[in-house]
């Protein structure tokens, strides 16, 4: 269900899905993970995809980024459907942070986040100045410039996911998504990422979904939120969401209840 929300006039649409079902093909058989998933996502949005484990979450991401195929129905990215892209127009318009996958970990700061120019440098990988500028550009909006000259493997997680999230910036995609990108961060390191993405939707006008685990953060901290549960999924502000209860119904209340006036769970005594 999607819940109508007023400020998005003049704003074009970045990722839009019509009638989505996501899931798995196997032998003779579908395993429908979530259907009927209609979204619109909007320039200039944070949005976070939050739900229990297994609820589906990888498998919406990687479908909106075609890393497998949907079951049913249509993703169009910035006005054409993901089927039709070649992978190198796709990097054009889609950057993927995905902590667990990379490459080299021998790679500089400098090197990795310079990787996010690839889709547009030529055959022999040469940077021209316009590429230089956007990867300086997004060492400094991530505030990374003391590490370019480390090596990854010496970087802390939450360093590390800030290099990721430069070469993300570097790629200057219209539309970014991200996995879980505050995994394994102490509280303090999810918040100052989680802001920084809000601070970059903001500044940039680009589009960041991600998914976390992190559902009071993500109240306080996203434009718009796609929740998914047993019964389908609900889309929209955090404090609409509130209102209909989505987050309430989101784990079973035999041990947390969700307290609507703090956006946040509380385990039952
Ligand atoms: N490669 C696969 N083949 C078949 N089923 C899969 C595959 N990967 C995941 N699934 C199933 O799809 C469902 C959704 O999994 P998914 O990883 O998308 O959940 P998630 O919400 O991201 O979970 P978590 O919060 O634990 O990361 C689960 O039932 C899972 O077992």
């Known amino acids: 269900m999607e819940i109508a929300s007023a400020d998005t006039e003049n704003k074009n649409i970045v990722l ?35 739900g229990a484990n297994g609820i589906g979450k990888s498998t919406l991401l990687r479908t909106l980024s075609k890393v497998q195929p949907a079951l049913r129905g249509d993703v169009f990215l910035s006005d054409k459907e993901i089927r039709t892209y070649k992978t190198s127009e796709l990097a054009s318009q889609l950057s993927i942070v995905l902590t667990e996958q990379i490459a080299s970990k021998n790679l500089t700061v400098q090197e ?17 100045d316009e590429d230089i500028e956007k990867i300086q550009k997004a060492i400094e909006v991530t505030h990374i410039t003391k590490l370019v000259n480390k090596r990854c493997f010496e970087l802390s ?15 200057d995609t219209p539309f970014i998504m991200l996995d879980e990108p505050t995994t394994h ?13 809000k601070r970059l939707a903001f500044e940039t006008q680009k589009t960041i979904l991600f ?3 992190e559902i009071d953060f993500a109240i306080q901290l996203c434009d718009k939120m796609i929740v998914m549960n047993t019964d389908g999924f609900e889309f929209g502000r955090p404090k609409e969401l509130i ?7 989101l784990f079973p209340e035999d041990l947390i ?9 509380k385990v039952r005594h």
């Open 211 to 213: 998914s976390t685990h």
């Open 185 to 197: 961060l102490d509280v303090y390191h999810k918040a100052y990422i989680l802001k920084l993405l």
């Open 16 to 50: 839009q899905t019509e009638g989505l079902s996501i899931g798995y093909r196997h032998k003779n058989n579908l395993e429908v993970v979530a259907a009927d998933i209609n979204l619109k996502l909007y320039e200039g949005e944070l949005v976070g995809l939050v």
């Open 257 to 265: 209840l969700f307290d609507p006036k703090t956006g946040s769970y």
């Open 157 to 171: 997680d939450g360093q590390l996911q800030k290099v990721l999230i430069a070469r993300a910036i570097a790629q």
């Open 243 to 249: 209102q209909c209860r989505a987050f309430s119904s």
């Open 112 to 128: 990795l986040v310079a990787l996010g120019r690839q889709p547009y440098t030529n055959w022999v990988g040469k940077l021209l």
